[in-house]
């Protein structure tokens, strides 16, 4: 194939991905059908006056813009606050329409490009048959040159016809974006002439496929924190609260573990409705007491530091029973490099998309951070990364896909100021700010199904958002 065939081919591929996602997934989403969902243990139990959204971006790697999701509030429509609610909505309902008005626009850059060749095409065709008519006059080796020049051509007939269709479908979107725009614009300027209930289930199935949508992407680059959403308040001023991110979508157990030491209590509730609401559902009394608020939740058992030593502790939900226990070898504890809460805080336990983690410093690396990736099984170390950041400079830090994030306190004005890339074994310092409402985290953790960071915040248990730069890869990238 000759390099402008190439070139054709390379934008159709793009493009035919693009439009296959479009085709599959966006007709559904802003179709905005009234099926009305069943979600009684979902965050939408969380509290009738506060919610959450998930932002995400993806970029091949020209930089072109593939897709933005925008997952509205789950709260917007209740009955309190109808008109800012409302306004919140619209302005989300804004971002979906801006998002799919730059993709439109740059499918119909693309679509005029692909019309100028189909008319070439279209125009050679004519030509061939024309010169086949009269092939006898022509010499045997130009006709068959050209002929076989047609045959690559022909193929591409088909997928340029569906080209055209799918570039009429993302037209329909943006119109079907327009009309939701339009009535919500309405019902902000006479409350009370729309069921707010209907509205409210039409938002929570438009959230539900967005997050399919973004179970799709690849892992992504922390680029803002926002929140957070208070869920309950409750217990002391120190402790740490979870979910299970390896769980299935129907398990939303939560467990709540209250103050840093002097407790072997684990609280478990069958969903967030039930933990706002205090509905325990079990009680575990573990063997050991556990030290700080840095425990994780992963694949149904609980990893815990023990107290007064440097010892994790796996701890089996199910069956109720300590299944490993291992020294972090080197490690410091009972406040030999804490977080600069204090709280024995020294080894802080955690999990990703990658797996499990523990962060801690040691006198070798001289204070500073070290990273380890821990063995679900074993707690073996399989790797270690010693980084240049003093623990005890550190607020919190949390995993997200392999790379750390560190904030420089844990009191207001607290900020993402330093990061560090297992994958690469690079570093930077970030400015990523984010809103410590109750003044004082001693817990910050994020959870990779949910996609939040989950905080303890002086006696408050609530969530943030975050948004992650994603990269979709394509074959030509392997």
């Given at each position: 194939m000759s390099p402008p065939l190439l070139k054709l081919g390379a934008v159709l591929s793009t493009m035919a991905m693009i439009s296959n996602w479009?085709?599959?997934?966006?007709?559904?989403?802003?179709?905005?059908?009234?099926?009305?969902?069943?979600?009684?243990?979902?965050?939408t139990q969380i509290s009738p006056k506060e919610g959450w959204q998930v932002y995400s971006s993806a970029q091949d790697p020209d930089g072109r813009c593939i897709c933005t999701v925008v997952a509205p509030e789950q709260n917007l429509c209740s009955r309190d606050a109808k008109s800012r609610q409302l306004r919140q909505l619209l302005e989300k309902v804004q971002n979906m329409s801006q998002s799919i008005e730059v993709l439109n626009l740059r499918t119909q850059r693309d679509f005029q490009y692909v019309l100028k060749m189909e008319t070439q095409m279209k125009g050679l065709k004519a030509k061939f048959r024309q010169i086949e008519d009269d092939r006898k006059t022509l010499m045997t080796k130009h006709f068959q040159e050209l002929k076989e020049k047609m045959d690559e051509l022909l193929p591409l007939i088909?997928?340029?016809?569906?080209?055209?269709?799918?570039?009429?479908?993302?037209?329909?979107?943006?119109?079907?974006?327009?009309?939701?725009?339009?009535?919500?614009?309405?019902?902000?300027?006479?409350?009370?002439?729309?069921?707010?209930?209907?509205?409210?289930?039409?938002?929570?199935?438009?959230?539900?496929?967005?997050?399919?949508?973004?179970?799709?992407?690849?892992?992504?680059?922390?680029?803002?924190?926002?929140?957070?959403?208070?869920?309950?308040?409750?217990?002391?001023?120190?402790?740490?609260?979870m979910?299970?991110?390896?769980?299935?979508e129907k398990n939303n157990r939560v467990w709540y573990m209250d103050s840093y030491t002097n407790n072997k209590i684990v609280r478990e509730y069958k969903s967030i409705a039930d933990f706002v609401s205090g509905a325990e559902s079990r009680t575990y009394n573990l063997p050991f007491k556990w030290a700080g608020t840095n425990h994780v939740v992963y694949n149904g058992s609980l990893y815990f530091n023990k107290y007064q030593s440097n010892i994790?502790?796996?701890?089996?939900?199910?069956?109720?029973?300590?299944?490993?226990?291992?020294?972090?070898?080197?490690?410091?504890?009972?406040?030999?490099?804490?977080?600069?809460?204090g709280g024995f805080s020294d080894i802080d336990l955690m999990a990703d998309?990658?797996?499990?983690?523990?962060?801690?410093?040691?006198?070798q690396n001289a204070g500073n951070i070290v990273i380890s990736q821990l063995n679900q099984d074993t707690l073996e170390v399989m790797k270690s990364w010693s980084t240049g950041y003093p623990k005890r400079?550190?607020?919190?830090?949390?995993?997200?896909?392999?790379?750390?994030?560190?904030?420089?306190?844990?009191?207001?004005?607290?900020?993402?100021?330093?990061?560090?890339?297992?994958?690469?074994?690079?570093?930077?310092?970030?400015?990523i700010p984010f809103h410590n409402q109750y003044f004082h985290i001693s817990m910050l953790d994020y959870n990779a199904r949910d996609r939040a960071l989950y905080a303890w915040n002086n006696g408050h248990q609530v969530l943030f958002n975050v948004t992650l730069f994603h990269i979709i890869k394509t074959e030509d990238d392997t």
């Amino acid at each position: 194939m000759s390099p402008p065939l190439l070139k054709l081919g390379a934008v159709l591929s793009t493009m035919a991905m693009i439009s296959n996602w479009m085709s599959q997934t966006l007709p559904s989403l802003v179709g905005l059908n009234t099926t009305r969902l069943s979600t009684p243990d979902t965050l939408t139990q969380i509290s009738p006056k506060e919610g959450w959204q998930v932002y995400s971006s993806a970029q091949d790697p020209d930089g072109r813009c593939i897709c933005t999701v925008v997952a509205p509030e789950q709260n917007l429509c209740s009955r309190d606050a109808k008109s800012r609610q409302l306004r919140q909505l619209l302005e989300k309902v804004q971002n979906m329409s801006q998002s799919i008005e730059v993709l439109n626009l740059r499918t119909q850059r693309d679509f005029q490009y692909v019309l100028k060749m189909e008319t070439q095409m279209k125009g050679l065709k004519a030509k061939f048959r024309q010169i086949e008519d009269d092939r006898k006059t022509l010499m045997t080796k130009h006709f068959q040159e050209l002929k076989e020049k047609m045959d690559e051509l022909l193929p591409l007939i088909p997928v340029l016809e569906q080209y055209k269709t799918d570039a009429k479908l993302i037209t329909q979107f943006k119109e079907e974006i327009r009309n939701l725009s339009a009535v919500l614009t309405g019902i902000q300027e006479e409350i009370g002439a729309y069921d707010y209930e209907e509205l409210h289930q039409r938002v929570l199935n438009l959230e539900t496929r967005l997050r399919d949508c973004m179970k799709k992407l690849t892992c992504g680059k922390l680029m803002k924190i926002t929140g957070p959403v208070t869920v309950k308040t409750s217990g002391t001023r120190f402790g740490a609260w979870m979910t299970d991110p390896l769980a299935s979508e129907k398990n939303n157990r939560v467990w709540y573990m209250d103050s840093y030491t002097n407790n072997k209590i684990v609280r478990e509730y069958k969903s967030i409705a039930d933990f706002v609401s205090g509905a325990e559902s079990r009680t575990y009394n573990l063997p050991f007491k556990w030290a700080g608020t840095n425990h994780v939740v992963y694949n149904g058992s609980l990893y815990f530091n023990k107290y007064q030593s440097n010892i994790i502790i796996k701890y089996s939900f199910d069956l109720g029973r300590v299944l490993a226990q291992r020294s972090l070898e080197y490690a410091g504890f009972h406040n030999v490099y804490p977080y600069t809460w204090g709280g024995f805080s020294d080894i802080d336990l955690m999990a990703d998309e990658i797996g499990l983690w523990a962060v801690y410093a040691t006198n070798q690396n001289a204070g500073n951070i070290v990273i380890s990736q821990l063995n679900q099984d074993t707690l073996e170390v399989m790797k270690s990364w010693s980084t240049g950041y003093p623990k005890r400079s550190a607020g919190e830090s949390f995993m997200i896909c392999g790379t750390l994030y560190v904030t420089n306190s844990h009191l207001t004005g607290a900020k993402v100021y330093y990061s560090y890339s297992t994958k690469t074994s690079t570093y930077e310092y970030t400015d990523i700010p984010f809103h410590n409402q109750y003044f004082h985290i001693s817990m910050l953790d994020y959870n990779a199904r949910d996609r939040a960071l989950y905080a303890w915040n002086n006696g408050h248990q609530v969530l943030f958002n975050v948004t992650l730069f994603h990269i979709i890869k394509t074959e030509d990238d392997t």
